[in-house]
């Protein structure tokens, strides 16, 4: 009796270890499937009132981005900087821009709210550095959403490059998708509206030929965005050339992402870096009239570039990463800053729940929620063993904000953002 018993348990035991090695093959054969998979279903997109509507509803008149922009010799280009009490790195990458061999754009600064002398420093430059007899006009924000006075704009078209800029001047912080929005559809919408839009991040310093090779890259893809290779300022390292499916970059924390060759001409990739981005017009237009707002202001900042980037897959369209066109990103000090503050790590986990919540399909979003959070919980603890303890509090702010949904600007961005300065 005994000896049957210890046989059943033992058969048990055995019928336990086969289903267990079974579940987990395929669960493994799952993942693998998944992985492979890498989104090619085409999930849901919101629009501006919350509401979700399917890609095949989206206005696509502007979808193939027909070449009418593309396929001039040199277009128009917009080249837009943000500011917000940065004014030292702004005339830097301002001081960039006069050294492009391309020598069809226009410049325009957007004042994001400043608290500092940034709107002075700002206009000094331009007086002391824009070509002789230059136009430089200042824009409300509701003048510049009407794009801009005729007169003013007739003097700008008549006006070499390099002696022209427009500042646009926003009473509040609107974060990095907010002051952005002002400026692009002040571009699109002026008098005479221009072909791309570049956007520059203001701590970030351009090759000479960078617009130039981003302009050749946008003729020979047609692709609606093209990013550049961004470099880092000192050390002169890739920080992004990425190239991935785009499902997969949501797992770019526990798998390593290919990284393609950066001496190749061009590569395709689900999204490209904000700090130097080429937009067609057509596909900021396409855009617009889907949702009512081209970068996504419920981010406030971090993270746009990968909504982006899946909008422009949404609506036929696609982004490639320019290898000949270089940017240079971040000053020394700005990184250790970046390193310390803690509005980073908020913005950055919050948004990526709500990007993927948003975009991602059923199967990759389980995988990713099943994934991300233990290793976010398991990076506070790590911080907090650190005695880093207010990264890892705004890295649970982010969780907490995420998985409530809340959007736009943290409560406490103020705040922390007045204590970062201060160290």
């Not at 987990?24 to 499937?33: E, I, Y």
């Not at 007739?154 to 974060?175: C, H, Q, T, Y």
């Not at 020394?332 to 993927?356: C, D, M, Q």
Request: glycine share 8%; hydrophobic share 40%; charged share 20%.
């Amino acid at each position: 009796m005994i000896r049957n018993k210890a046989l059943t348990n033992k058969s048990r035991r055995r019928w336990w270890i086969v289903q267990t090695g079974w579940n987990l093959r395929t669960l493994k054969s799952g993942l693998r499937q998944i992985w492979q998979e890498a989104g090619e279903r085409r999930p849901l997109v919101a629009t501006n009132d919350g509401q979700d509507v399917p890609i095949a509803q989206i206005d696509r008149r502007s979808s193939k981005l027909e070449a009418s922009v593309g396929r001039e010799i040199s277009p128009k280009v917009g080249i837009i900087i943000l500011n917000w009490n940065g004014w030292r790195d702004t005339i830097d990458c301002l001081t960039s821009v006069l050294y492009l061999t391309y020598t069809n754009y226009q410049l325009i600064v957007v004042d994001n709210g400043s608290r500092d002398e940034s709107v002075k420093r700002i206009k000094a430059w331009a007086a002391e550095n824009l070509a002789p007899s230059h136009v430089f006009t200042e824009y409300t924000q509701a003048a510049a959403l009407q794009g801009g006075d005729e007169d003013r704009e007739d003097a700008f078209e008549s006006a070499p490059s390099k002696a022209g800029m427009v500042l646009i001047r926003n009473e509040e912080n609107l974060g990095f998708t907010g002051g952005n929005n002002i400026a692009i559809h002040y571009a699109l919408r002026k008098k005479y509206p221009v072909g791309y839009v570049f956007l520059l991040n203001n701590d970030a310093i351009v090759e000479k030929d960078c617009l130039t090779h981003l302009i050749d890259t946008a003729h020979e893809t047609d692709a609606g965005i093209v990013g550049a290779v961004v470099l880092n300022r000192q050390k002169k390292e890739v920080q992004f050339a990425k190239s991935a499916s785009f499902c997969r970059l949501f797992l770019a924390p526990i798998r390593t992402l290919p990284r393609p060759d950066v001496n190749s001409t061009f590569w395709t990739s689900p999204t490209v870096s904000g700090a130097g981005m080429l937009i067609n017009s057509n596909l900021l237009d396409t855009i617009y009239r889907s949702r009512n707002f081209y970068l996504n202001p419920a981010l406030f900042c971090y993270g746009e570039e990968l909504e982006l980037g899946f909008i422009t897959q949404s609506v036929g369209s696609k982004s490639t990463v320019a290898g000949g066109a270089f940017v240079y990103h971040g000053t020394e000090n700005h990184l250790v800053g970046w390193r310390k503050s803690i509005i980073v790590p908020y913005y950055f986990t919050r948004n990526r729940v709500l990007i993927a919540n948003r975009v991602l399909p059923l199967h990759w979003r389980i995988l990713f929620h099943l994934l991300f959070l233990p290793l976010s919980t398991r990076r506070v603890l790590k911080l907090t063993f650190l005695r880093e303890r207010n990264t890892a509090w705004a890295i649970v702010c982010g969780l907490i904000d995420g998985y409530r949904g809340v959007t736009g600007q943290w409560a406490h961005h103020d705040r922390e953002t007045l204590r970062d300065s201060a160290v």
